[in-house]
């Protein structure tokens, strides 16, 4: 199986601030790679498809890039609404999916 | 307004089994492939089963495949997840989620199975 690996683990910044998170796949998953956002007590939510595509809806601050095994979701200027956990999740493997940890995103 | 309601979550004893179910409304349910999605308390999310349009291919993750079964009736806009064999560690909230080309754009608001003597 195809494993995930976020990182950090946790951020924490401040409203304005840039933020980057990091996720790297165990192998090669070209471009299936989407990002979720998941505040406490309610349902993950897409940002972000095929590594660097928005999700209809989504701000223009989020995106994403990346491809192969390493990459990346960025935040260009934080907002108050941003502070959730992130995944990254591969659609490379037909037949399994899989996410990455999460990276939480705290206040400063 | 598109949308997902699970239902049937529960308290079940280890060896239990519980039916879950998931109404769509607001899309064509019948076009898309759906999955089951599960959250253990303070977790991450993990993958445990989807099922094609017309039913006729499903997949599971392996610590389930036995013990779950997914299915559909698309002229009721239902999913649903069979989970016999429950163990302590199927303890989660499960999320029915729509899964157009291998992502997972639509979500309901989860449903809590607790595993527990």
């Known amino acids: 199986d195809i494993q995930m690996t976020q990182s950090p683990s946790s951020v924490s910044a401040s409203v304005g601030d840039r933020v980057t998170i990091t996720c790297r796949a165990s192998?090669?998953?070209?471009?299936?790679l989407a990002w979720y956002q998941q505040k406490p007590g309610k349902a993950p939510k897409l940002l972000i498809y095929?590594?660097?595509s928005l999700q209809s809806g989504v701000p223009s601050r989020f995106s994403g890039s990346g491809s192969g095994t390493d990459f990346t979701l960025t935040i260009s200027s934080l907002q108050p609404d941003d502070f959730a956990t992130y995944y990254c999740?591969?659609?490379?493997?037909?037949?399994?999916?899989?996410f990455g940890q999460g990276t939480k995103v705290e206040i400063k | 307004e598109v949308q997902l309601v699970e239902s049937g979550g529960g308290l079940v004893q280890p060896g239990g089994s519980l039916r879950l179910s998931c109404a769509a409304s607001?899309?064509?349910?019948?076009?898309?492939?759906m999955s089951w999605v599960r959250q253990a308390p303070g977790k991450g999310l993990e993958w445990v089963a989807n099922?094609?349009?017309?039913?006729?291919?499903?997949y599971y993750v392996d610590s389930v495949k036995g013990r779950f079964t997914i299915s559909r009736d698309n002229a009721k806009n239902s999913l649903y997840l069979q989970m016999n064999s429950l163990r302590a560690e199927d303890t989660a909230v499960y999320y029915c989620?729509?899964?157009?080309?291998?992502?997972?754009?639509?979500w309901g608001q989860g449903t809590m199975v607790t595993v527990s003597s």
């Open positions: 607001g899309f064509t349910f019948s076009s898309y492939w």
């Open positions: 192998q090669g998953i070209s471009s299936w």
């Open positions: 095929a590594a660097s």
């Open positions: 999740q591969q659609y490379n493997s037909y037949f399994t999916w899989t």
């Open positions: 989620a729509r899964h157009p080309e291998g992502t997972f754009d639509i």
């Open positions: 099922i094609k349009q017309d039913g006729s291919e499903k």
